[in-house]
């Protein structure tokens, strides 16, 4: 190993990611229904993420670091690149301005709270839980 590998580390090493969050993928118009559904058992959180923006992997790794609190919701991840119309129907479905990065807490089929950019804080969401 070089000198250079072994203070930068070697390109070809897969880095891994850890997370304290079980996220739900959020890939189809259809989920949004049981989101609402589920919602009026238990509060729901949805993380709307844009792969192409360093402040929403910023956020992301923020909250990711902050939220621990797996039993107390279910948080679904949106790659909203991905899945525009997903988010797309989020706004209009919960009446809230489209964001990149946003976090959104669903209770009782509305949304409650939503955030985005820097007043992402797992703290507040954790106190309208």
């Given at each position: ?22 996220w739900?993928?959020l ?80 209770k ?22």
């Amino acid at each position: 190993m070089s000198i250079f590998n072994s203070l930068f580390g070697n390109s070809e090493e897969k880095k891994e990611t850890t997370s304290k969050i079980n996220w739900i993928p959020l890939t189809n118009l259809g989920q949004l229904n049981e989101i609402v559904a589920l919602s009026n058992e238990k509060p729901v959180a949805i993380f709307k993420h844009s792969t192409r923006c360093s402040v929403s992997r910023f956020a992301l790794k923020q909250f990711e670091n902050q939220f621990d609190s797996a039993d107390a919701t279910d948080t679904y991840f949106l790659d909203l690149i991905e899945y525009r119309d997903v988010s797309n129907e989020i706004a209009s479905r919960f009446q809230v301005v489209h964001q990149s990065p946003q976090l959104l807490l669903i209770k009782n089929g509305q949304s409650v709270y939503d955030a985005s950019h820097s007043d992402i804080d797992a703290e507040e969401l954790k106190g309208r839980m």
